[in-house]
């Protein structure tokens, strides 16, 4: 049995323990058309159908796994209320799970105080960090690195808010004299430091940037989007953790529940340091937030309506796996990473392909062998499409040949390469390595 099924009996037990908590009420109709609902949802798995095999390990091209079981049926349980986080008239139970599980992955970064919630995804916890950074610094830049996610220079772009991309160096990593050299300019609001970029999983170098910031000061933003659980992980690379040791000292962290969390869609977080910032978002409603003078979520988050089943959902999952470090999520974590270095290995070893970077997560990326820029970009394009036909579904990233000059021994015809590329997010992968690497050499 490839999908998990036999959890559902589990949910059928908590509706009826949910129920329990509304018996008093009069008894009132609510029938389904069960010959409706069973076409419809027939219908629905036949499309659902054309879709990559994203459960299955030998998927392993981008960062999409489906959620743990806990989160999937805490998030349906929840749908049978379907709380809205925005008030607490619409949430109250889900918005104190959503108070305690913020308040948990603070202190996984070790904040005891700080001001957070849950939102939409990664981009929109981003455009929440970047509003109150441009807030308290108007006018000023907004610099990330040339390998940071694209949202960076789009949301500066909503906000109105000037943007530079600062170079990186060979690991795909911020420069710290390209970023240097940005700051003299004495221009910089805030430096966004990606902690595991959406490409190649390479972690800036947040002790080298702090050094910088007592220099020419100015807000530290952590992108921590997709490697921020990785804090956790006993298997890093000793500059990889110093950078992760220091996270501490950023002024707001986003980090996405919906990447390496185990949820579903719809789960971002962002977190600042300073409580005080509440005061940016103040803004008087006229019919909400009435029903209790506790904090409402809706008072300090940009979106208004917000799932609380997202909430329930994580917070169920942090129950069942703590943050913790040495705890079965760290090692999950762990178990991608060795699974990305074991890849890398093999991958080092055959003369067919060359590695890129050594994997700072679980993110590995490299090249077919070519003499010519353009033939490694073809090449990775056909191994893209052939081992899909053959069930292995891979990614593919283009890097900058500022980046790769002195990795790769090529001819520039171009100035950029498609490389593969392949995050190995799920704890299983470490046992598929060998059927991987295996199944790469044939193509
Ligand atoms: C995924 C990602 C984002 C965007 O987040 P969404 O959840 O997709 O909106 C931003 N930054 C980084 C580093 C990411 O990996």
Same mark, same amino acid.
């Given at each position: 049995m490839s999908f998990e099924k036999q959890s559902l009996g589990i949910l059928r037990e908590a509706l009826g323990r949910l129920e329990e908590g509304f018996g008093d009420l009069p008894a009132f109709d609510s029938d389904a058309d069960m010959a409706g609902l069973r076409r419809v949802l027939m219908e629905a798995a036949d499309k659902l159908q054309d879709n990559y095999p994203y459960h299955h390990p030998l998927y392993a091209g981008q960062m999409l796994k489906p959620p743990h079981p806990v989160a999937r049926l805490a998030y349906m349980l929840a749908m049978w209320i379907n %709380? &809205? &986080?925005?008030a607490l008239d619409g949430g109250r139970a889900s918005s104190a799970m959503e108070k305690e599980a913020v308040a948990d992955i603070a202190e996984m970064f070790g904040w005891d105080t700080h001001l957070g919630h849950l939102c939409g995804g990664g981009t929109i916890a981003n455009m929440e960090a970047l509003w109150v950074a441009g807030s308290l610094h108007p006018g000023k830049k907004i610099v990330a690195s040339a390998q940071a996610h694209y949202t960076h220079s789009r949301l500066a772009g909503v906000l109105h808010l000037p943007f530079q991309a600062v170079a990186c160096d060979g690991r795909a990593r911020m420069d710290l004299n390209a970023l240097e050299d940005v700051l003299k300019q004495r221009d910089v609001g805030t430096v966004v430091a990606t902690m595991g970029t959406t490409a190649a999983g390479a972690v800036d170098p947040l002790p080298g940037i702090l050094r910088l910031r007592e220099k020419y000061p100015f807000r530290l933003h952590a992108d921590a989007a997709y490697g921020g659980y990785f804090t956790l992980a006993g298997n890093l690379d000793e500059d990889t953790r110093q950078s992760f040791d220091r996270l501490s000292e950023a002024d707001s962290i986003v980090i996405d529940p919906h990447k390496h969390g185990l949820? %579903?869609?719809g789960c971002g977080c962002v977190l600042f340091r300073d409580p005080s910032v509440g005061t940016i978002y103040k803004h008087d409603s006229p019919y909400t937030y009435f029903s209790s003078a506790d904090l409402h979520l809706g008072e300090i988050s940009l979106e208004c309506s917000r799932a609380g089943a997202s909430a329930v959902a994580l917070w169920s999952t942090m129950r069942m796996f703590p943050l913790v470090r040495g705890g079965q999520f760290a090692r999950g974590l762990e178990r991608g990473r060795q699974a990305a270095l074991m890849l890398f290995d093999k991958i080092a070893g055959c003369k067919d392909y060359f590695t890129l970077f050594r994997p700072e997560l679980d993110i590995l990326v490299w090249v077919p062998a070519a003499r010519r820029a353009s033939e490694m970009s073809l090449r990775s394009k056909k191994i893209f499409h052939s081992a899909a036909r053959r069930d292995l579904h891979l990614a593919v990233a283009g890097f900058p040949k500022e980046i790769l000059e002195n990795i790769l021994d090529v001819e520039w015809d171009r100035r950029e390469i498609t490389c593969l590329r392949s995050c190995l997010m799920k704890p299983g992968h470490v046992d598929w390595v060998d059927h991987i690497a295996k199944m790469l050499k044939d193509f």
């Open positions: %709380p &809205n &986080n925005h949820q %579903p869609y």
